[in-house]
């Protein structure tokens, strides 16, 4: 799993060029806000302020109460405490879950959702513990680890064993930016760019017909102290999410019960939306370079820009072919 705090973006990659907006009967709006502990902007062009920021503020503060973990009154928190069998879910909760089963099978297990004891344990979660745990706490927690231990049928989820415990960080970020997207479109908006810690998802152009333009960044010393933008693309629609370690962050192998440890510090998905961004990138930090290339290949409408460490310790980059085209001349 990716982020720490309630939906906090960790290694947020992305800055924004909005340069040479010609004139037009489009006006540029934006909003900016705190949400999900992180902070969220959006910038969109139309001829009339459509969106307003009470809107945006209520769509967040929906699903936090449906799955942040930092919310004592939040659905998920609910789940976590109950014992075995079926609960009622809401649509945000029955959205993630569905694609979180969907990124848990392609991925045979390495993206899970049940990882939540193992995000405790090793003192990622809600609650911050002293040292590392012990190989027992490991086995033990990872008896309650596992997405074929729950089931979904429509908006009911049934959990198999009491200890099983759900975390979906790792995910719901993308889908808020999905959902905020989504209403924008509803509200007649089709030129924008919506950013929630760090994820994006953008469609559209500006004004004088060019292409969004995003930089992305990557280390500038070998052991990844300092970011700087190495490249930016030109996007007209989709999503674009970043796992990294370049902060305090968790990624745990569901597995094994352990933090992974990869060659890869970083890893960028550019995908249709931003909720599956946001679960492949946690999967393509789980591998090699080389091997999480050939996985992006393998897939389509999704490309990738990995940052990852060679065997003598250099920072290197490489991407898929797909991601090369998105590069800005």
Known sequence: MKKAPAFLAIGAAYCFFWAGTAETTWRKYTIAGQAQGTTYAITYYAMDN????????????????????????????SINSSKAGTVEIDEHFRNVLTKSLEIYRDSKGMFDVTVAPLVALWGFGVKPVVGSPDSVEVREALGCVGMDKIRLKGNRL???????????????????????ANYLERRGVIHYVVELGGELRVKGTKPDGSPMRIGIERPTDRDAREVAVNAVIEVREGAITTASNYHKSHHINPK??????????????????????????????????DDAIRFVHRRNNMEVYIVYKDFAGVVRDTMSAGFKELIAN
């Not at 973990?69 to 928190?77: A, E, F, T």
């Not at 200890?163 to 808020?176: F, K, T």
């Not at 060659?263 to 550019?270: L, V």
């Open 158 to 180: 049934k959990k198999k064993k009491g200890c099983v415990q759900l975390d979906v960080n790792g995910i719901a970020q993308g889908y808020s930016v999905d959902v905020m």
């Open 256 to 289: 094994t019960g352990y933090p992974f440890a990869t060659e890869i510090i970083s890893a960028t998905i550019y995908a249709k939306d931003a909720m599956t961004a946001d679960g492949y990138d946690n999967v393509i930090m789980a591998m090699k370079a």
């Open 50 to 77: 459509v969106v307003r920021k009470e809107a945006i503020d209520s769509i967040l503060a929906v699903i936090d109460s449906s799955m942040s973990l930092y919310k004592p009154y939040s659905l998920i928190n």
